[in-house]
Every structure is written in C-alpha cells, then in structure tokens.
C-alpha cells in the first residue's frame, strides 16, 4: 500500500471519527471523548490534509473555519417561501388560534395534537442538502427572496457538511434557527470590551450580525449553533407528523430542540408554555415565546395558509422584556466596599409584565461605553429576577437639554472623598497602573452606608446566618450609634434592642438567640463573612480548607496563596492587603474575644503538603529575564533559594543554557536587600505552613463523592438546602443549580418541578430525603 493510499483511509477516517464526536457532541448530547481527544483527532487530519492538499474536500471537519472575504451576497430565491407566524399574546389569542383549527378542520368538540418548542431568538436560515451533502445557506429575507450565505452557515460547528446516519432524500430543504447561546454572548461580549471594541446588545443581534459578515472567518470565530425546526422543499418521503419529521433530521445529525414536546389540546399547550416560562431563565439560550403546530402534516396541508402565515401554525410570546423610555436621573449608591456605583432612574415603564423605575449602570465606564446622558430616550431590558439594564440610547431622540451624567467627587453618604480605582498589572520585574472602571468612598466604616452594606453582608443567611437580622434592624441599630462594626452585634443588650421599632419582647429574645447561636461559626462562613473583596463563598470555602486555620490565613503572604488552586496574584493581594489593615485586625480580634468561636480549624490539608518547588518559588518572583525553564537550571544547579541568592557572577556561568543577560537580571534583582527579604520571607512562610518543597508528604484520604455532581431540588425536611449543600461539599461533591447529562444525582423532595423532571428525562439517577440521610450517614461515619 502507498503512503498516498495510507493518507486516503486515515483521512476518510478521521473524518468519520469526527463526524461521529460533532454529532454525539450537537444532536444526541453525549460526549464520546474529552476535548484533547477531540482535538488531537482535529490536529491530525488538518496536518495531514496540509501534506495532501489535493485530498482535501469542502465537507471535511476542518474547511469549517471560512475562506477568502465575499465582496458581496448573492440572492437565492426561496422556491418554498419561508413564512412568518402568527403571534398570540393572550391565553385568549391561543383559545381562539385553537378554535380556528379545529373549526378549519371540521372537529365538533374533538381535540388536536400539537407540537411544541421554544421560539429561539435568533436568525431563520434555509439548508439545502443534495444527496446528503451541503450545497447551500440563506437566510429568510423577506421570506421570498434571500441571502445566501452559504459560506458563514458552513462554520457553524453543529450543522453536518454531510447527513449523518442513512435514509434523508435526495433534495432536502431544513428550515432553522441560528442562535447564539447566552454563554458565548458573554464571553463574545466580554472579549471585546477586553479588546475596546464594539459590544452587541443582545444574543439576536449578535447572531444576525455574525451571520451577515463578508468575511466567512470572522462567523467561524463567533459561538453559533443551529435548531432545526422545519423543512422546505424536498422531494422524499418523510414521516407523517411534524414531530416524526423533526426526530428524523435528529438521526440524520441535525440538532433539534430538547424541549420539543406533543401537547393534546389547547390546555396542554397553556401548561408547556407556562413550564418553559418559568424555566426561560436557566435556559442555555434566549427564547421569545413558544411555537405551536397542528403535528399531523396531513392536517397541517388540509388548513393550509392565510397570504403571510400558515394557518396551522402561532407563535404564544413571552411579554416583552425591551422597552423604551426616558432616563430622568443617574443616582450615585455606595455598596459594602465603598463603590460608588451610578442607578438610572427612568420614567416608569412596564417591561415583562413588571413595573420598572430603575436600572443598573455597573459602573462610570458602562456610562462611557453607552454614551447615555440624563435626558435620553433609551433601551431598558429585564430578564427575570435580574435587576434592569440598559442596554442602548436612541440617539436621534436626545434633547437639546440632556445632561452628562458625572461621578461626585465626594461621598452622597458621608462627604468623604471619592477616587478612582487603580488596576496594578505584576509583571517580570515591573508594575504596570492603569486606571480602574470603579470610584470608591475612602470613608471605609465611617461611612454608614459601608457600614450597614458590611454588617448586613456579615449576618446573611450564607455567612453568619443571624436568622430575623434583616436590612431595616440593621439600618436602625447603625443609626441609633449601637453598631459600629460587626462585632458590637455581640455586646447587644436586651434593653438595647427591645427599644428598636417593631420589638417586643419574645422577638428581643429570639434576635439574641440567633446572635447567640451565630457563635459557633465554620471558617469558611467566618472568612466570607468579613467581606474580603473579590473573595466569595468559593473562595472563603477554599481558604479554609487549604490553610485549616485563620491565623495561617491571615498571616499569608500573597504569592504563597497562590499555590491555592483558582487563586490569582490580585485576589491574594486582596486578602493580603485585608489582613494588614489595622481596622480589620482590630474587628476580628474583637469578634473572637465577644465569644466567636471557629468551629473546624485543624492542620495544612494535606493536598498542599509540600506543593510548592523550588522552581515556582523563582517563577513568582517575577525575576526579569527568568523563565519557567531558567528557574529549573538554577533549582537544579545550586538546589537551594540561599544558594541561589548568594550565587556570584561565575557561579550564575556555570548554570547550563542560562544567558548573560538572565544572569544580570538574577544577580541585580538579588543584589537589592528587599527582593532577597521577600524571597526569604516566602521560603520561611512556606516552611512554616507544610507547603515547602523540603516539607513532610501526607497521604490524602480520597473524598468519597470526589468528582461528582449532585443536584438538590425540592424540599428537605430533615435539614435546608443549604445544609444539604455543605454536607455533600464536605464529602467531595460539586452541588450544581441545574440538571445535566453529567449529573451525578439528584436528591428530590417534596414540591420537585422541572430539575426532575429534567433528570427523568436524561436518564439521571434520583433519590428521595430518606436515601439521601442513609448514604451520608453512611459516607460521614
């Protein structure tokens, strides 16, 4: 056999294998590999189609990533025209559309089956498959006439170049939706704030707008993916129900939407749409509404269509979630850490079925970014429990008397001064400081909006979980001069407290009670209940386990917390800098000696038992001119950190492969007695701690749900969710807020919706309250 017969087969091979990942990955969700398989599969047919150009063809895996630039699109006309939908926007809308069917199809009192699926926001397209191949993409157009952009539709990674599987026809035409999955929208949005580039407003327009790029390499960069949810012209036999056709493009490696369900009647379309409704939020992606269709096709020619809209078919929608309306001020309010952080108050206006009067502006950059001035008509979107943004001005209508919206130069709550935050950048022997997107009150505790922000953080339910604590005692117990920082909470008298508004005496007794029983606290909620900036529940949960200890934390030097996994150089600095200050010293030292107890501290935990090296040490230094491999030659050359400090010229010369200039750069950062200090300091802390190179090894007890995910829903009577949660966190699992294909188990109790049902339907094992109490009785003892 040649080397060119051996390059044929591994590439028909490679390109089935992939073929076969794409749809186990797209259509079925069920990853046969991990990425780097994948991957390696990728990087070896591209590297051999690179030795064999002449085999490559346009179906092949890696031709997904576009070609040269169009200079323009070309029209296709749709020989089937792609129709719009009728809208229902009140359950009446739906009782009629239902009326209609059935007198249209002649059904005193029967009932009709229906198709059911979510109405993506994103852009209708039109697939033309020959013999199995892709031959074209256009868009919808006027639903006549369109564009074609076949080039762009082929980068999008779950549309099959080829049909999968056997039995499409000849000539088939798959009608769709491209959309942009609300991960990838942020993550698109994010890199090019990053970049100082243009954002979109939201996933529709990014979808639409990557789609209509002359430039196929610029859609392949953009996270797009497909829906097929009806079909054209075709000239096979297909199945007789819409249903049926949509799970035969499924076999043939088209994606279709999960959620897509049978309803018999107009009561079980009012359910459907009432359950997506309510699951619209924890949905991957952005929907508007729900489609309905009449599911037998006989049925579907039989009512056949109005001049713009099929009869059998509507489209229920979800109330709008975009509105305009006028920005009448920019408030500034001031949060836990002293950010100043500007509020849009709007003309009243319904969004969603909600009132809305305010929105967020993040921070003085959004301001900049938006180009908003108080007076202007703008865009104002809400999308469920999440607070209002806006999310565009409308140039056109700007008054000639709008106004800029300007960030106060001192405190709207104690006067103090107000500065703009610094971003410091470490680098290989530099700092770089650039301005921050955030403006801070310099008033810390002084300030009582800091102050109540910070106590009412303290005593929420996740931190020290002081039950009936609630925003408004706070606010009374700072303004009456009682609290001044968290811990006077515990010098709270009942004479105190039973003069504050609302209290008599049963409820006195019962807020000291829960003061009292806050006592007792694990590290972790200690640690997140100080408030350490950037430092969440995960993180605090880190800090304890890793360290075991608070004085271990607090005396933690911010390269070695480092070597905590998820902790970056800024947020150890962060923490650092929050032990140091002499306020919060003084507010922890004062809570210990009040009768705060930590419950669980112990030892190093011995998964970072001598995790850190020589080598790394060096790296975080960040000596200029060191590398990762130069800090192994001198790790391994003078085998200690004093050794290397002490190290002259002709020592360093001695150090294989290393260059002059890297061993000036070593001798002078050395040379100045402060970075030898802190390298010292470094090596002594890690000493200390266990974490040193030269430390004991201890042998780590494998967690017994290591690796798992688990999911609780419902009801737990025995215990809160919460408690749940800690409980299988302790024992190794991750506890995730929604059901996957790589949900370990779900624990239901009573009142379960849609996350069991969810895990019904991937095959996701599930237990009730009673197992769940067996296995970690079990598992903890």
């Not at 296709?76 to 249209?104: C, I, K, W, Y």
């Not at 075709?234 to 249903?243: A, E, M, Q, R, S």
């Not at 002293?338 to 967020?360: D, Y």
């Not at 419950?599 to 850190?612: I, K, N, R, S, Y």
């Amino acid at each position: 056999m040649t080397d060119a017969q051996t390059a044929v087969e591994r590439i028909a091979q490679l390109r089935s294998e992939i073929d076969e990942h794409n749809y186990r990955y797209y259509v079925l969700d069920e990853p046969s590999v991990p990425d780097a398989e994948y991957d390696r599969l990728f990087r070896e047919l591209k590297a051999l189609e690179a030795e064999h150009p002449e085999l490559v063809t346009p179906e092949s895996p890696t031709q997904r990533v576009g070609g040269e630039a169009l200079t323009a699109f070309g029209q296709v006309r749709h020989e089937v025209p792609m129709l719009s939908l009728g809208n229902a926007f009140e359950e009446q809308d739906l009782t009629d559309f239902d009326r209609r069917v059935r007198d249209g199809l002649g059904l005193d009192g029967g009932v009709v089956e229906y198709s059911c699926e979510p109405k993506l926001d994103g852009l209708a397209v039109s697939l033309l498959y020959e013999n199995g191949q892709l031959v074209r993409g256009a868009t919808r157009g006027d639903g006549t006439t369109g564009e074609n952009i076949t080039a762009n539709v082929r980068t999008v990674r779950n549309i099959p170049l080829r049909l999968h599987g056997h039995g499409w026809p000849a000539l088939l035409e798959v009608r769709g939706e491209i959309y942009m999955p609300k991960a990838g929208f942020e993550a698109l949005n994010a890199k090019a704030l990053e970049q100082g580039g243009k954002t979109f407003a939201n996933p529709r327009n990014a979808a639409a707008g990557s789609l209509r790029q002359l430039d196929p390499r610029i859609t392949a960069s953009r996270p797009l993916e497909l829906c097929a949810y009806g079909i054209g012209k075709t000239d096979g036999v297909l199945p007789d129900t819409h249903i049926g056709i949509l799970e035969a493009f499924k076999g043939w490696g088209l994606p279709i939407s999960r959620e897509l369900k049978p309803a018999r009647g107009v009561e079980e379309c009012r359910a459907y749409y009432q359950d997506i409704g309510e699951r619209r939020d924890s949905l991957p992606y952005e929907i508007d509404g729900v489609v309905f269709k009449v599911n037998l096709v006989a049925r579907q020619r039989e009512l056949g269509f109005r001049a713009r809209e099929p009869r059998w078919a509507i489209a229920h929608k979800f109330p709008a979630r975009e509105e305009v309306t006028e920005l009448l001020d920019v408030e500034f309010q001031v949060g836990r850490t002293g950010a100043i952080t500007p509020v849009a108050r709007l003309k009243p206006v319904q969004v969603a079925g909600v009132t809305v009067s305010n929105a967020t502006l993040h921070n003085m950059d959004e301001v900049a970014r938006l180009g908003v001035m108080i007076g202007d008509s703008i865009i104002v979107r809400r999308a469920g429990d999440v607070i209002p943004q806006i999310l565009g001005v409308i140039a056109e209508r700007r008054p000639a008397d709008a106004r800029p919206v300007q960030v106060p130069e001192h405190c709207p709550v104690c006067g103090s001064a107000v500065e703009r935050t610094q971003l410091i950048k470490r680098g290989k022997g530099r700092e770089a400081i650039s301005q921050g997107a955030v403006y801070r009150c310099i008033g810390r505790l002084a300030c009582q909006a800091q102050l109540k922000q910070a106590v009412i953080h303290f005593a929420s339910r996740r931190a020290m979980d002081i039950d009936g604590l609630g925003d408004r005692i706070v606010e009374q117990l700072i303004d009456r001069g009682l609290v001044r920082s968290p811990a006077d909470l515990y010098c709270l008298t009942f004479e105190q407290i039973i003069e504050l508004d609302g209290f008599a005496e049963v409820s006195t007794r019962n807020l000291l009670a829960a003061i009292a029983n806050s006592c007792k606290p694990t590290l972790a909620r200690f640690i997140y209940a100080l408030g350490i900036p950037d430092v969440g529940e995960e993180t605090a949960k880190l800090l304890a386990r890793a360290l075991g200890s608070l004085a271990r934390i607090e005396r933690a030097l911010p390269e070695v917390l480092t070597w905590l996994p998820d902790v970056g150089l800024e947020v150890a600095h962060e923490i650092h800098h929050f032990f140091e200050d002499e306020h919060n010293r003084t507010v922890i030292e004062l809570l210990l000696r009040r009768g705060v107890t930590l419950q669980d501290e112990g030892e190093l935990h011995p998964e970072f038992a001598a995790v850190a090296s020589l080598p790394e040490l060096l790296d975080k230094l960040n000596i200029p001119h060191i590398a990762s491999t130069g800090a192994e030659r001198l790790a391994a050359r003078f085998g200690s950190l004093g050794a290397i400090i002490c190290a002259d010229w002709l020592d360093l010369r001695q150090v294989e492969r290393l260059s002059e200039r890297a061993a000036r750069s070593l001798r002078d950062f050395f040379d100045q007695p402060e970075n030898a200090a802190r390298a010292l300091a470094i090596e002594a802390q890690l000493s200390d701690f266990g974490m040193h190179w030269q430390s004991a090894r201890r042998a780590v007890a494998g967690l017994p749900l290591a690796g798992q995910t688990w999911v609780l829903t419902g009801t737990l009577e025995s215990m809160s969710r919460d408690q749940g949660k800690e409980r299988l966190e302790r024992l190794g699992a991750k506890v995730a807020s929604s059901v996957s294909a790589k949900t370990s188990c779900v624990v239901a109790g009573p009142g379960a919706g849609s996350k069991l049902a969810k895990a019904g339907e991937l095959g996701v094992k599930v237990i009730d309250e009673a197992a769940f109490l067996l296995l970690l009785q079990q598992l903890e003892g």
